[in-house]
């Protein structure tokens, strides 16, 4: 089976490629780039006025499967991921049982094999239940297929376990993803402390209760030598002590959501809007600021959506008891092209490092790229498609979008993995 | 007089006028209150659910008392008896008690938010009886009907708040209703008792040493002090608590001679209040603040479920 | 709001003088003097003429006759769609075996009356009730039926009779106008909220009096305000 797509802007910053061309994919391969190609039989299609980028990752997501398959499972997730433009995700553990051993791991991976929409990777957990005492089989697991570690949904509180855990993944080279979150300064907070827990008059989870847990791991890193990744980081301090670990030539990596660039603590109003509640909980409109510019001048490696579904019953449970999270696979690219892109603030290649080449250096995967022998994982992007963000719209069961009635410019229509298309003029196959 | 509320739930939606309406009510209500046949036709065939899912007695007493005081049925359904305990959601429960085309929701509930929620799901009047941690707007009415019958005025008055202020829902709505007011608010407590941001409520002065400021309230408003998990505790131990925050004999004499002291009651005798200044003559208003509350109660009432038309001039 | 067109006026100040100094010779005229006799307005402008009543009454019996106010709010019976503006009831004395003139301005569906009377047996038990009115401008909707009339004035549905007094308007007169489109029948011209809004606390215990309630009444007549009870 053969494709052809012609007039089409390729951008790949790892080729140093920004043209308009046609592209032969076969095989699941990209087959030849140039101009005014033609095939034999298969399909041709004109994509003038699109562009062409290496298939975007995003290495934070919640599938819920097993056992909350209520809330998303491999196939409704994994079908959000391709009508967003994704072609590989990164599968959080924190499902029922937790993802804590090979069996769990080869689980998904086998779920992912009959139904998944995209390439779907696993994290472990680094501890057992991810309690944050006892260290998982992390050897087993990384045989079953597990690309790296987390017990991401709550901090390891215990320095010790952490180091341990730390200097026992050291063998693997694979990355420990840290959600930074002080268990004894947070508590029950629900929204940022200061003037949103001041007016909401709920606990407050202060941006120290964040950055303490940073500090520290950085000096674990420091001291075990892992490489380590902050997830979701929310604060202007935060990320300075990651750009100075940085600055240090330290192993660490950090990654920021788009709600955490582009929605702040304002957004939260007596109507307690529950797709509003995430954990890290939105900050301020400073720390907004400070994340963009860590976007901008490389401190933040990649733009992931921490994508975090949850039944419509759950959402509508009272701001205190409703859970944490929102969804993002279907709005993240809309959102960073529309605040960052067609701002300027940043470029397509720019764009393409946090998405698409990033993650996949930070997790020790095969980079995927556009050139001549090559898979082809690939999004087409129609950069002046103006829509609105609406639940309707969304593969995921998961409705809790805080972006909705967002008005977007640019949007992915085509996504394909390995050379076939799990999503075709926007709509998914 | 245009009181156009149809819920009473956020303090901060009453203008200065609307309060003023309030306590000229309450003052009706206060004359009907005093008269042998204590109760008016008003609300006659009306029908007021009482939904509190939280443990209240003084409130709930106050409400229902108001309510029938006006003529109105009362349904109470509590925490302990509705289906919630068994894990239905309130949603559902407003959902199914609005089935009887109820008038009035009066309800108490811990979790922030949860009136607006109700209101979104019924088409009664809806007041807050207590809400999360700042929600108590009739408590703030009340106690501003108090000030204002004992001090003659409300424009600025000096208030002064101690204790746990940023866990009270009387200050979460008194505080900004002073504000709208025109008073000046100091609070004064250790930071673990205090607002993450003072400002949001309207806070103009922070203390943290109760004799410096005493001396400049009109109010000393005390707040109930609550030691639950010595853990997580704020402060070490009562007895602490009373030597650096307690409103005691000795601290009495460096405050105005006019100076009041109000607390919203149930007492901690010799916590944050002596008995000596709880039952004090002529600066205690504690029971004044209780018969405010259902004069409050029927004004608020009687000016939320009236007609719309309430003299507006088109 | 449209204005409403003053029509005619049906009394001026002298007229109300006289009336209200024969109604006063009329009340003790039927009682027998001013013994056991109490005088309860209807707020606001009942309460005012009850006050100039009570004067007369002085002037021509040489008794001051206890004077009380009501409030007939709470007894509406049109509260769900209009709630007015409330004034506390001061009635400073028991009505219970008295003879209780009930005073009002303007008689006209019967409504108000009916509500004072209830509100009245809500304070106690009079020995009997008799009700003065200025005006009596027909169109009665319950059986009720005043003791002391000052004057008949007939009247259509769309017109309005309107009581102005010195005490709260600056001047005296009976104005008849037509009701524009849209707006309600009523007689009385609505109180200022400006005076309650000022914060100042009425400290003593009763609650203000007629004439302190109506002092600031200065604002333009407002038709769509004042309810149709009366």
Redesign the interface.
Known sequence: MALLLKNIRVIDPQQNLDQVCDVIVRDGKYVQLGQDLSIPKGLTRDMTGHIMVPGLMDMHVHFRDPGFEEKEDIESGSRAAAHGGFTAVLQMPNTKPTIDNAAMVEYVNKRAEEVAKCRVYVSGACTVGREGKIMTEMGDMVRAGAVAFSDDGSGIADTGVMRRMMDYAHQFGTPILEHCQDKSLVGDGQVNEGAASTRLAVEGWPAAGEEVEIARDIELCRLTGTPLHIQHVTTAHGLDLIRQAKADGLPVTCEVTPHHLFLNENALDETYDTNLKVNPPLRTQADNDALVRGVIDGTVDCIVTDHAPHTAWEKDEEFERAPFGMTGLETSLGLVLTQLVNTGVIDYNRMIELMAINPRKILRLDPVTIAEGQTADFTIIDPDAEWVVSVDDFYSKGKNSGFIGAQLKGRATDTYVGGYATMEDGKVQ | MAFNHYNLIDITELSRDDIMTVIHTAEAMKEVNQREIKQLPTLRGRTAVNLFTEHSTRTRSSFTLAEQRLSCSVLAVSGSSSSMTKGESLTDTIQTLNSYNIDLVVMRNSYAGSSVKVAQHTKAHVISAGEGKHVHPTQALLDLYTMWRKLGRLEGLHVGFVGDVSHSRVCGSLIPALKIMGADVTVIGPQTLLPDDPSVLGIDHVSEHLEEVLPDLDVIYTLRIQLERLETAPFPSLREYNMLYGITEERERLMRPDAVIMHPGPLNRGVEIDSYIADHPKRSLVLDQVFSGLCVRMAVIYLLMGGNDNGVVA | ?TESQVKSICMDESDVERTLTRIAHQILEVNHGANNLALVGIVTRGDVLAHELQDKIEAIEGVKVPLGSL?I???RD?????????????IPFSINDKTIILVDDVLYTGRTIRAAL?ALM???RPARVQLAVLIDRGHRELPIHPDYVGKNVPTAENENVRLFLKATDGFTRVEILNIPKGGRPSSAP?SS?AQ????????NNS?RTPQSQNSTTDNQP?H??EGSTN
């Open positions: 709001m409030d709010s709470f007894y049109d509260y769900t769609t209009y709630a007015p503006e409330v004034h506390a009831t001061n209830d809500d304070l106690g609505l909220s309650k809004a000022s914060g100042a606390a009425t400290t609650a407002n769509q305000r």
